[in-house]
């Protein structure tokens, strides 16, 4: 079991967030207002795992959960009123936390890795996520469950080598895919890296890595004003172990 504490902000904070001209003089606040009554925010959750051997050279992980959510944050409107500052009487529309959206998330990890040569490994991984959340019939809050619904990726999995080639030269690449994410229009993508190594001595290594090698770059993350794209890249790494 899990609770998030609520913060100072969101009990005590006054932020007056647009300001609307109605005309003839007046004017409308869209304000953030904190509620004191707001309530911690609940979990249960309940994990399952399992890993065996079935082969010398082979390993499987596999992880089941089930979670529970209740009094979930959700932005409220509230009734509006009138208020006067610096001389003049505005209109005030106020919004504020509130703990009406409850829930559950349910899916599966998958691990696994295969000694296929001695000098050849290979490992993989994919997981599942389920998202259900509902609000409470009493809610003014239009976006709180595609918010979060639609904040974490369905699927995601990935693919690695490990291969160590003679003279001490070792050989990695990998493939990554995660879904899309609907609340900020991120789209689907794959990512391949690469490592080229060389260790000269037990306590010496030199590396070569590429990252997104096959696309110049791509958007992990889409917010309302502003994105950040990853671009491809390439660098060199030198470790001493002492």
Known sequence: RAVRTPSRLEDNLRLNA????TGGGTSTW??????PGFDSEKLWANELG???????NLSIDIATFYNRYSDLRTIETGAPFL???FGTTHTVTPFSSGNLMAGNTYGFEFASEWQVFKRWK?????????????LDSSSTD???IAQTVGASPKHQFNIRSYLDLPHNIEFDTAIYFVDKL???NTPRFARVDARIGWKPTPKVSLSLIGQNLFDSRHPELV?????????RAVYGKFTLQF
């Open 142 to 144: 239009p976006i709180s």
């Open 18 to 21: 647009n300001v609307i001209d």
């Open 50 to 56: 399992y890993r065996v051997q079935p082969l010398e």
């Open 30 to 35: 869209v304000s953030l207002i904190g509620n």
């Open 122 to 134: 290979l490992a993989g991984a994919y997981s599942f996520l389920k998202m259900n959340m509902h």
């Open 83 to 85: 208020e006067t500052s």
């Open 182 to 184: 609907a609340t900020s």
């Open 223 to 231: 917010q309302t004003t502003h994105s950040k794209e990853v671009d």
